[in-house]
């Protein structure tokens, strides 16, 4: 977002150059350049600019169980009260790593990456169902991750 509040203005080469690192994000930045029509140094500086200015992150991306972490689930969970106050408590628990307010039958959706089911078992009980203003939670543990892309392009 922009200063003013409204989603930032991208040109048609700084999506191309976000479209070049969805599709690989260890593309050189001269590789980039050659792709969109820059420099290198040029490149650069505008990834900075979308970096800085929070359009993209530029990130490594996991694979849970070759790390150890074996459980993964999406929890929903209804609230009393704040939810932002709530999904701020949630967001700083180190297991969580997606937070997200919605609308319907949960208030927040909560990713969970951990290591088994006792973590989990702790992690619903001390950390998530203790925060004053949880009512109840309701724990969709995944089998299997089928399809994961980061790769959607620009508009």
Known sequence: MSANGKPMQLDAVSKAIIEQLQSDGRRSYAEIGKA???SEAAVRQRVQKLTDSGV???VAVTDPMQLGF???AMIGIRVTGDTTAIADRLARV???DYVV???GTFDILAEIVCENDED???LLNKEIRSIPGVQSTE???YLKL???FYNWGTR
Request: proline share 0%; net charge positive; hydrophobic share 55%.
């Open 36 to 38: 969109v029509g820059l």
């Open 146 to 148: 089928q399809k994961q």
């Open 56 to 58: 993209m992150q530029v």
């Open 120 to 122: 989990l078992i702790n």
């Open 101 to 103: 307010l919605t609308a």
């Open 94 to 96: 180190a297991a969580i």
């Open 139 to 141: 724990t969709f543990v």
């Open 70 to 72: 074996y459980r993964q």
